[in-house]
């Protein structure tokens, strides 16, 4: 969903598990996406970017703690025999209240910031989300069903690779099939989703002196999927289900040598953590 602060939100989390260095400059990163959208300057400018920061701390010092306690649990499930898919769902459930805290902690930060803005600087930003969707539609538009098909499959065979190493014949099968049960047929749906949350957006943006403003924005941020048909929602709980059978498939045909190869990619992603743990801790 992109909505205000989606670059702090892709940001902390995408480089908090990957790279150091990159983490260490998340706050950097993160103005420097903002201003993609809305122009700051002045006073605005340097509280938006104290804020950044108190973000990247709080996520450090609060999150990343559970990150590696969440990477803990799913190393100890995978040497299990008899993991099952309703291991994996719950597994799932943890990694998105992951992202729900941070939906959370940055709401509040919505709620003082979006009333500062100057109406030309709401203009903007608008303009900026819209060219956003506007690029995705035309993307769409541009590249066939089949091509786009494509580059799933091979996005998702390559995922797999990165952690297990070379997939085997019967491997790559499963993502064969993986692929013709997904409902990739809703590309349509899920631009009009993000466009019935801009246009929800830029209504809030107008006036923030109206009495539901501030139940308005955290619904916006913290309840963004309450704006999705019944009928996209049910879709994607269904491309869920999906991709919580392949995992469970590839999971159960592991050879030793991919096991270890996960094994050792978790581990290191472990020692990551435990480094900027120990480097926010005071």
């Known amino acids: 969903m992109k909505q205000l602060f989606a670059s702090v939100l892709i ?7 990957s790279n150091r260095l990159t983490y260490r400059f998340a706050d950097t990163l993160v103005e420097w996406k903002l201003n993609k959208y809305v122009d700051l300057s ?22 990343l ?20 898919q309703q291991d994996l769902l719950l597994t799932s459930y943890s990694v998105y209240a992951l992202w729900e805290n941070i939906q959370l902690q940055i709401e509040p930060y919505a709620q003082v910031y979006l009333p500062r803005l ?10 900026a989300m819209q060219e956003d969707i506007d690029e995705d539609l035309e993307e769409i538009q541009e590249e066939s ?13 390559e995922a797999f690779e990165d952690l297990l190493g070379e997939l085997t014949p019967a491997q790559h099968k499963h993502v064969e099939q993986w692929l013709e049960q997904r409902d990739d047929d809703m590309r349509m749906a899920w631009i009009d989703y993000q466009q019935s949350w801009l246009d929800a957006f830029a209504a809030v943006l107008t006036d923030p002196a109206v009495p539901d403003y501030q139940q308005r924005v955290y619904s916006l941020i913290v309840e963004p999927e309450k704006l999705r048909s019944a009928e996209l929602q049910s879709r ?38 435990n480094n900027l743990i120990e480097t926010y801790s005071t």
């Not at 100057?118 to 303009?127: D, G, H, V, Y």
Request: charged fraction near 35%; hydrophobic fraction near 35%; proline fraction near 1%.
């Open 236 to 273: 994607l709980d269904a491309n869920r289900a999906a991709s919580l059978k392949l995992i469970h498939k590839i999971y159960q045909s592991m050879t030793d040598k991919q096991k270890r190869h996960l094994l050792d990619e978790i581990d290191s992603f472990l020692a990551d953590l």
């Open 42 to 63: 002045g006073q605005l400018e340097r509280d938006v970017s104290a804020s950044t920061d108190e973000l990247h701390r709080w996520h450090a010092q609060t999150q």
């Open 145 to 157: 069903y089949e091509k786009s098909r494509k580059k799933r499959y091979e996005r998702m065979e």
């Open 65 to 84: 703690p559970a990150y590696r306690d969440l990477l803990l649990k799913i190393r100890a499930d995978l040497t299990r025999k008899d993991l099952t």
């Open 11 to 17: 940001l902390l989390l995408v480089t908090g598990c």
């Open 118 to 127: 100057s109406a030309s600087q709401r203009t903007q930003l608008i303009q």
